[in-house]
């Protein structure tokens, strides 16, 4: 394994060849740590990452690990825990710590490493596989199921934990381990020369972030072959089809958002990432297409993703209905990611616009103000009388699931989320998340002060001189810059690029009205609804601000009346919108909940009007069970 000695420690998906922008250097960007981002980045540290190893130990994921390295002549004692794919929890948990040790160089869990470090060397075989599943379970061999047994994104996930702990830490334990693998993987093949590919993919990533860590062309050449393999139908389809493995066609020719959504997610990052270090174009056209059928045709407002509980999938376009919306929170994540890989390589607004949706709504809505409790599905809507909390049907977010790939997600994104806000060379530098931090790139740093997203408001103070490009949100109609005398009108939807000094300030506004947003026609499970927006937030009305009497369900929107912003000093919910509208009575049908008239006809019982709360998105089931809605109907 080839090493490189001259190492600047980098963040998340760094191109190696030069993209259209290069990310910022590892610790070349700080959120503030009173921002909100800031605050979720210390409760990642300080609550989501021990919470994550406190139920790993509890689940077995750990313990797979050590009664195989442990196991005597007897062989391992005790039974395999968990799901087939538990190791990848682990992995993505240690992620997060690599790129926590990387943000702040804390030394917290030196001892843990070490164990585990010395853990996965006892329990890798001689030939570098490893797989506490596969190598712990009586009858399972190498790469026999490849469809179901996850063994590849086991794989990826591995050597996604040991590049981070790589640039975070310098750690070369981890990478050791994640090399004599991928140098197995690399070499798969299934008997015909073909390689052997997985039925849930993530590996495409791992081995282009390897080789750009190391330098070794050969895991690029091994992601492309994974990218050219999949979709020729050589996984088994079995009961899920070949949709669902992503194997139904090739990589080249699937324009259209389908199948699982964070496989699909998964795979999209990956294929712009293998475009990212070997420039196919084909590969970057074809993400285009897939890019806007996902964004465009199958997205939640709250940038959530699959609207379909079955396999956990994407719906036909504009089928997005909001209480039976899967939308995993892996989903957002992959779409984040996916989106950072396409801004990388085209410097459009639209991605970082949609990175931007998702963190500040379905991601964050995915995480309690504790740190400590998930959502694995995101619906936009939940009924009185919604009983159950389980995986796919939430009434409040559980500590931890039987199949926990969400809580160790978030863990990981959270750790490495200043490496996504900004991007720069030795002549300017972009800045893409507007949030309240310090990002320097070679030539030029810039201070961001702003109460964004809760505030428009943003003042950025220069270090050093070049270009500076700011991107504009699509929302921000009516924004201005303000520098000394000067006063612009700017463009929303794009970047603004100007000339900057040492020492020049410059005030942003980005007018931030409450503003009513209807979807699509075709969008008809929310149709005759409107939902409100605030600048990147998205607001949904919950029982706990309702009066006594008064469901959820009651509530019509006058959309012709004013909407008050309220600023308050709390953490949980810092701005709050109140709209009004009306109460209408509940009428209870005869035995079915359907009656002849219309809604407004003059024998219903008279509504009642009322003013009412809506809260971020985000903030909602913070204060135990109960209704929510995102989209309201009108009067
Ligand atoms: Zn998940």
């Not at 931890?400 to 720069?424: F, H, K, M």
């Not at 002060?449 to 921000?476: F, H, K, M, Q």
């Not at 607001?539 to 959309?559: M, R, Y």
Request: charged fraction near 20%; aromatic fraction near 8%.
């Amino acid at each position: 394994m080839p090493l490189e000695t001259e190492h600047v420690a980098q963040g998340p998906a760094v191109p190696r060849r030069p993209a259209t922008l290069t990310p910022l250097a590892l610790r070349s960007a700080e959120l503030h740590p009173q921002s909100p981002l800031g605050r979720w980045q210390s409760l990642n540290a300080a609550a989501t990452i021990p919470h994550c190893l406190e139920n790993l130990e509890a689940t077995g994921a750990v313990q797979n690990f050590r009664r195989l390295a442990e196991a005597g002549p007897e062989g391992p004692q005790g039974k395999f825990a968990g799901p087939w794919f538990a190791d990848t929890d682990l992995y993505k948990t240690l992620e997060a710590i690599g790129w926590e040790i990387g943000r702040t160089g804390t030394a917290t869990w030196n001892d843990l490493l070490a164990e585990l470090a010395t853990l996965m060397e006892k329990t890798q075989a001689e030939d570098g596989y490893l797989n506490t599943y596969v190598q712990g379970v009586e009858g399972e061999e190498p790469f026999a199921h490849p469809d179901y047994t996850h063994e590849l994104y086991s794989a990826g996930h591995l050597i996604q934990a040991a590049v981070a702990l790589h640039r975070g830490r310098q750690d070369r334990r981890f990478l050791q381990i994640a090399t004599r693998l991928a140098d197995f993987v690399a070499k798969l093949d299934d008997g015909e020369g073909n390689p052997i590919i997985d039925g849930h993919p993530e590996v495409e990533t791992a081995l282009v972030e390897l080789y750009r860590e190391t330098g070794e062309k050969d895991y690029l050449t091994a992601a492309e072959r994974q990218i050219d393999r999949r979709g020729h139908r050589s996984l088994e389809p079995g009961r899920f089809g070949s949709l669902y493995y992503q194997d139904h066609l090739p990589v080249r020719e699937n324009v259209e958002a389908l199948g699982h959504s964070v496989r699909q997610l998964y795979l999209a990052a990956g294929a712009t990432d293998v475009y990212l270090e070997n420039g196919d174009e084909s590969l970057l056209r074809a993400m285009e297409k897939l890019w806007d059928s996902a964004f465009g045709t199958k997205m939640y407002i709250t940038g959530a993703h699959g609207s379909r509980h079955r396999d956990e999938a994407y719906g036909d376009p504009f089928e997005l209905p909001p209480d039976r919306a899967y939308a995993e929170t892996c989903a957002s994540i992959a779409a984040f990611q996916w989106c950072w890989r396409m801004l990388l390589a085209t410097g459009e607004a639209r991605y970082a616009e949609e990175m931007e949706r998702a963190l500040f709504n379905g991601i964050a809505a995915s995480t309690s103000h504790t740190g400590k409790a998930f959502f694995y599905s995101n619906p936009l809507q939940l009924r009185t009388g919604h009983e159950g909390s389980d995986e796919d049907s939430p009434s409040e977010r559980l500590p931890w699931y039987g199949c926990a790939c969400c809580p160790p997600n978030i863990a990981r994104l959270i750790a490495s989320l200043q490496g996504y806000v900004a991007t720069g060379t030795e002549t300017g530098l972009q800045l893409h998340l507007l949030h309240a931090g310090t990002y320097a790139a070679p030539g030029l740093s810039v201070t961001v002060e702003t109460e964004y997203p809760y505030d428009g408001d943003i003042v950025l103070t220069a270090v050093g001189s070049g270009e500076l490009s700011v991107r504009i949100p699509a929302w921000a109609t009516g924004a201005t810059a303000e520098r000394g005398d000067n006063r612009l009108s700017l463009e929303s939807g794009q970047y603004w690029r100007t000339e900057v000094e040492d020492g020049d300030q410059i005030r942003l506004t980005l007018p931030m009205p409450p503003t009513l947003v209807r979807a699509d026609d075709r969008v008809d499970a929310v149709r005759g609804s409107l939902a409100v927006t605030r600048g990147p937030l998205v607001f949904a009305v919950e029982q706990a601000d309702l009066p006594t009497g008064v469901l959820v369900e009651q509530l019509h929107l006058d959309p012709s009346a004013p909407i008050t912003v309220e600023r308050v000093t709390e953490d949980l919910t810092p701005v709050r919108l109140r709209l009004s509208g009306i109460a209408r009575p509940l009428e209870p049908a005869l035995y079915a909940p359907y009656s002849t008239g219309t809604a407004t006809s003059e024998d219903s019982v008279s509504p009642t009007s009322i003013d009412f709360t809506a809260i971020p998105y985000s903030a909602w089931a913070n204060r135990g069970p109960g209704a929510m809605r995102v989209w309201l109907p009108v009067l």
